[in-house]
């Protein structure tokens, strides 16, 4: 089992920058890695990023390949999406979420989520 818990969204202007984080507990989270994804209104919940604890494999959505940056920090249990050149298509939900194996792209493949921060991009 997998607990994940997101925090640091908000209001953003276009161009700007926010971090939200996302902290895993429970039996199994070294055996996890974790993606983050995102869901605006009316739209399909959408891959966003994913790394390893070890930070030695990341992958990312090309609509936020060179803005975005995520990071494992597993003292802490915490990974990290850092987000840059903010735009108003960026708004929407963000989630992490928990899977094993190789990095996954599809909702499918993760077990766990979180319920979700808030990010809203002003123009």
């Known amino acids: 089992q997998v607990q994940l818990v997101e925090s640091g969204g908000g209001l953003v202007q276009a161009g700007g920058s926010l971090r939200i984080s996302c902290t895993a507990t429970g039996r199994t989270v070294s055996r996890h890695y974790i993606g983050w994804f995102r869901q605006a209104p009316g739209k399909e919940r959408e891959f966003v990023a994913a790394?390893?604890?070890?930070?030695?494999?990341?992958k990312y959505a090309d609509s936020v390949k060179g803005r975005f940056t995520i990071s494992a920090d597993y003292a802490k249990n915490t990974v990290y999406l850092q987000m840059n050149s903010l735009k108003p298509e960026d708004t929407a939900v963000y989630y992490c979420?928990?899977?094993?194996?190789?990095?996954?792209?599809?909702?499918?493949?993760?077990?766990?989520w979180g319920q979700g921060t808030q990010v809203t991009v002003s123009s």
């Open positions: 790394s390893r604890w070890n930070n030695d494999d990341t």
């Open positions: 979420a928990a899977a094993m194996g190789l990095l996954a792209t599809t909702r499918s493949r993760y077990s766990y």
